[in-house]
């Protein structure tokens, strides 16, 4: 098949995200099976893309520019909806998978009787989908978690096959050190607060707060002047390889704010038997798991602390935990195998009204 993958969301490099590492890692397994695999994504002004997407947009008259740096070809544009039609024509995609920001315009802007097509939900927010799909024709779709799909058959009547990210292991994997609580995304929507609370009631324990969305001129003078009163706290820039986060994880603490639609952090580290402290909500009770400690995401600064110093200093906790979390990630629904199968078989059949 011929599979397209869309957001109006930038790809990599020019974003690192859930979504984006997902997306990577599927179109990297559905190629070595002999699929034709594209990304249509946003484009930010940033950095070498960013510079050369200006450049050429100006100088071409196709609303998109493409380049191959990852091994397969991405189609950046300023508007993804205004472009998809003709990338999807371009490409000549018999499938489109359109997700995370704005698949609604997306899917509405293509020809759907002609490239089946389907919409991959991996947040909850309505706002995420650019629109209602009530009324959406001619589509499919997918769901990352168990949680997002009744959620959205709660909302919108939808049934939505569920297909958890994939997590390729050995771009996970490590031998853990175990020198510290790590704490991904320092943003207020991720538990910024608790986590800094957190820190400040374990003052002998390491910390690492590792930075993930962009922050707010205000929102980063905050984290800021936080951390220089908590010695036990250092900041890490983000990376693309979460191997050099995990190495060093005794503990991945996911204080999450907001419904998370599944929790990949937490999948992630689970690979390498860190257990995680996170909050209960949204679909990180699934990526938990038996793998580590669920609280309430308003529970008191004692209790985040209490779980965290247990799993910190007694060594038979932690190690029932790191084997509950590496069986948690092992089970067949995290396999990447069988979700490429799962997946090639839901892309390749009729779409279900």
């Known amino acids: 098949m011929r599979i397209l993958f869309g957001s109006a969301h930038p790809h990599l490099p020019q974003m690192y995200g859930g979504a984006q590492a997902s997306t990577h890692e599927l179109v990297i397994r559905l190629r070595a099976r002999g699929h034709h695999v594209g990304v249509l994504s946003g484009l930010t002004g940033k950095g070498w893309l960013g510079l050369r997407g200006r450049v050429m947009l100006k100088m071409g008259g196709r609303g998109y520019v493409r380049d191959d740096g990852l091994g397969y070809p991405v189609f950046r544009t300023w508007f993804a909806p205004q472009a998809a039609r003709r990338v999807v024509s371009d490409f000549g995609a018999d499938v489109a998978v359109f997700q995370s920001m704005q698949p609604v315009p997306l899917a509405r802007a293509i020809d759907r009787a002609a490239t089946r097509t389907f919409i991959y939900l991996r947040n909850v927010e309505t706002e995420d989908l650019g629109g209602s799909p009530t009324g959406l024709s001619n589509c499919g779709y997918i769901a990352n978690s168990q949680f997002t799909a009744q959620r959205f058959a709660d909302t919108h009547d939808l049934r939505a ?15 853990p050190l175990g020198q510290n609580v790590t704490f991904i995304n320092p943003h207020p929507n991720k538990g910024v607060e608790i986590a800094l609370k957190a820190a400040a009631a374990c003052p002998d324990i390491p910390f690492v707060f590792v930075r993930g969305w962009g922050l707010t001129p205000e929102q980063e003078a905050h984290l800021q002047d936080s951390l220089s009163r908590l010695p036990n706290v250092s900041l890490r820039p983000s990376t693309d390889d979460m191997r050099t986060v995990y190495r060093d994880a005794r503990i991945v603490l996911a204080p999450s704010q907001w419904e998370e639609a599944f929790g990949r952090i937490a999948a992630e580290a689970q ?18 798991g038996p793998g580590g400690i669920l609280l309430d995401r308003d529970a008191p600064t004692e209790d985040w602390a209490y779980a965290i110093r247990r799993l910190w200093s007694d ?15 092992a089970r067949p629904e995290m396999s990447p195998d069988k979700q490429i199968d799962r997946l090639v078989e839901i892309l390749g059949g009729p779409v279900e009204p």
Do not use: F, N, W
């Open 161 to 175: 096959d569920v297909i958890y990210p994939m997590i390729e292991p050995e771009t996970y994997r490590v031998a």
């Open 271 to 288: 690979v390498s038997g860190i257990p995680v402290v996170a909050s209960r909500v949204g679909g990180l009770p699934e990526a938990v």
């Open 315 to 329: 060594d038979q906790a932690h190690a029932h935990l790191s084997r509950a979390a590496l069986a948690h990630a």
